[in-house]
């Protein structure tokens, strides 16, 4: 714990120049990487940020100031996505005195969410109302008499609050789904979405209401996990940011906040690591099961990588890894250092073309330069190369 948090904690600014790399250390080096991918992130930011800076001033500043006074106190939502967030997120809205609608698919699938959100409820009121069972049970019924289930959202969001999507992590589904739900929801509802890896920006541009756009991140499973990021994108209005803050509060959350940046914080910094721990294995360095037992006996962590990549799913993980596009790029070029997988850099590497922009830093280019020579060399030949 103590070197992670000496390597986070540092908030000066990184050297300017770092020296060549022939006679840096390993420590020294992943210093200099650091260095190299925080300059070219302030660097693409710069080019961004007047233009951000502006659209900021003229929507926010006239919103401001009676923004409070006019917060939307959520008591309705609607979860869209019955699936292992979907049904946590409906849970715990119907548990804190919500009224709730579950959207998916088919009846089938929400029979399954419900099934699954009683379980989970019968285990909350035993714990809950260890010394009075009736208690718990009444507050078992009482939630989920608060959830009643649709497959078809259009027809059930004209009343609603609150929108929250968690549906499948792709961008195309989730645009045509906000599209849609745009014109038959209510003026005053504000829509989020629960994407781990996707721009919210992207989502919102979807619909005629990115000033009610947000991001609302859970973490799973939701009814144990407390943090909820809240992310706001430059055309939040300040009055839907509020909303959602004292909407998480209600649900007994934590909320933090943080801007429409890839991963937003726990992800930002939780999937490199966990590409790294694969990494390592891949490479031979160790056994699976001495790298979960090193990062929980060594650094305090609840769950060892494997363990949190199969519990968070796999498939929910390279949909993650997938979600990267271009900006993404930019953003996570450390992690291209760092982490370094072979499919990872091969799939980034194509999606770079031969102009290659001022701010994208110069070993990155050498490497890709090489990659555009040799075209079907190993992606690990040319970190090394
Ligand atoms: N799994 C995690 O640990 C985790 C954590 C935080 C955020 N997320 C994000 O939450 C979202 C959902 O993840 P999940 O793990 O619950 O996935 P999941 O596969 O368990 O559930 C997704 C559900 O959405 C339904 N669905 C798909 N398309 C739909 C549509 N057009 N309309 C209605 N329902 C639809 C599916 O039938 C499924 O039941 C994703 O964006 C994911 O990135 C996941």
Redesign the pocket.
């Known amino acids: 714990m103590m070197s992670l948090n000496a390597g986070a904690g540092g908030t000066e600014a990184p050297p300017r120049s770092p020296p060549p790399r022939g006679h840096l250390t390993a420590s020294a080096r992943a210093a200099a990487n650091f260095a190299r991918s925080y300059r070219c992130r302030r660097l693409c930011v710069c080019s961004m940020a007047f233009v951000t800076r502006q659209l900021v001033r003229s929507v926010s500043s006239s919103s401001t100031a009676s923004a409070s006074a006019k917060k939307i106190i959520v008591k309705h939502v609607t979860v ?8 946590g997120i409906a849970q715990v809205a119907a548990a804190t005195g919500h009224t709730v609608v579950l ?4 009846e089938d ?1 929400l029979a399954k ?1 419900k099934k699954g959100i009683e379980e989970s409820l019968r285990k909350v009121a035993k714990k809950k109302f260890a010394e009075n069972p009736k208690a718990g049970d009444e507050f078992v019924e009482k939630t989920l008499s608060s959830i009643s289930t649709s497959t078809d ?1 259009a027809s059930v969001v004209h009343s609603t609050d609150l929108v929250v ?5 792709n961008l195309k ?2 645009n ?2 906000f599209k849609r739900l745009d014109k038959f929801a209510s003026e005053h509802t504000i829509f989020v ?6 721009q919210i920006t992207n989502i919102a541009n979807a619909t005629m209401r990115q000033d009610r756009f947000a991001g609302l ?4 499973p939701v009814p144990m996990m407390k943090l909820v990021e809240v992310i706001k994108t430059p055309m939040t209005s300040q009055k839907t940011y509020e909303s959602l803050i004292d909407f998480t509060k209600a649900l007994g959350k934590h909320p933090v906040s943080c801007k429409d940046t890839p991963g937003f914080i726990v992800n930002r910094l939780l999937v490199p690591y966990l590409m790294e721990a694969v990494r390592l294995y891949e490479r031979g360095d160790a056994s699976k099961e001495d790298i979960d037992t090193s990062m929980k006996l060594g650094a305090g962590y609840p769950m060892g990588p494997f363990e949190l990549l199969d ?3 796999l ?2 993980v390279k ?2 890894l997938d979600g990267r596009n271009w900006t993404s790029l930019l953003s996570f070029c450390n992690a291209v250092e760092v982490v370094s997988f072979d499919c990872e850099l091969q799939c980034l590497f194509t999606t770079v073309t031969s102009d290659l922009p001022e701010f994208f830093p110069t070993n990155l280019k050498i490497q890709v330069k090489r990659w555009q020579e040799k075209e079907k060399c190993a992606c690990q030949h040319l970190l090394t190369g």
């Open positions: 869209i996505g019955g699936g292992l967030m979907g049904a959207v998916d698919q088919t699938i969410s959202p999507e968690a549906i499948v992590e589904v989730k045509e789904l979405s629960n994407t781990s890896s996707l991140h859970f973490f799973n519990y968070v799913g498939d929910t949909f993650i």
